[in-house]
């Protein structure tokens, strides 16, 4: 079992950044693969990033490549994801996840995860 706590929403203009950050309670938080998730209003959740247990292997929605990076700090139980070059599109509820089964490969689909947190806001403005 793990508890996930996102922060670092915000309100922000266009073409700038933020960094969001998850952190997991639970000794096995380092043998998770994690995921980054955004729901924006009337849409259905979508996947955005996510980092396999070590650090070693990401992979990221086609939207956000080059301008998202998701990475993990193991020592400090904690999962980020840098956003940049923000656009209007990108505003959404943005949730961490965690998959505790050791896949071969990264999931997009949020079923395939089994822990969230409450998800934190990200509003870009034009």
């Known amino acids: 079992q793990v508890q996930l706590v996102e922060s670092g929403g915000g309100l922000v203009q266009a073409g700038g950044s933020l960094r969001l950050s998850c952190a997991a309670s639970?000794?096995?938080?380092?043998?998770?693969?994690m995921g980054w998730f955004r729901q924006a209003p009337g849409k259905e959740r979508e996947f955005v990033a996510a980092?396999?247990?070590?650090?070693?292997?990401?992979r990221y929605a086609d939207s956000v490549k080059g301008r998202f990076t998701i990475s993990r700090d193991n020592a400090e139980n904690t999962v980020y994801l840098q956003i940049n070059s923000l656009k209007p599109e990108d505003t959404a509820v943005y949730y961490c996840?965690?998959?505790?089964?050791?896949?071969?490969?990264?999931?997009?689909?949020?079923?395939?995860?089994?822990?969230w947190g409450q998800g934190t806001q990200v509003t870009v403005s034009a």
């Open positions: 980092i396999n247990w070590s650090g070693g292997r990401t």
């Open positions: 639970g000794r096995t938080f380092s043998s998770y693969a």
């Open positions: 996840a965690a998959d505790p089964s050791w896949r071969s490969s990264l999931m997009v689909r949020p079923s395939e995860y089994s822990y």
